[in-house]
């Protein structure tokens, strides 16, 4: 069964860091896209970051560029999303999903062409 797995979520304060996972089981990641969405409490769910299948192209929202950074490490099967310089206004449930083998995404941040979802990680930012 395919599937994904998200870790790394916890409490930071403000302007600390955090790096969340996301590990495959039941298929090899290398030849899929990978993002990470976000979803707070009563908004809408946001996409944050993508890395893309063959070229490894990399896509960041607005609010998080310059302070998150998508990679993948093949050999652990697993992406990771390191978030720096959290913000309050950063908290939320994060998603890893993937649309799967080699689909090209035509819009990496928009959650619909996603088929396989995580069951999220908790991001909370307070002092």
């Known amino acids: 069964q395919e599937q994904l797995v998200e870790s790394g979520g916890g409490l930071v304060q403000p302007g600390g860091s955090l790096r969340l996972s996301c590990a495959a089981s039941?298929?090899?990641?290398?030849?899929?896209?990978i993002g990470w969405f976000r979803q707070a409490p009563g908004k809408k769910r946001e996409g944050v970051s993508c890395i893309a299948v063959m070229d490894n192209s990399t896509y960041y929202a607005d609010s998080v560029k310059g302070r998150f950074t998508i990679s993948r490490d093949n050999a652990q099967n697993t992406v990771y999303l390191q978030m720096n310089s959290l913000k309050p206004e950063d908290p939320a449930v994060y998603y890893c999903a993937t649309a799967g083998p080699s689909h090209w995404l035509t819009m990496p941040l928009e959650g619909y062409e996603y088929s396989i979802w995580g069951q999220g990680t908790q991001v909370t930012v307070s002092l």
């Open positions: 039941g298929f090899s990641l290398d030849v899929y896209s």
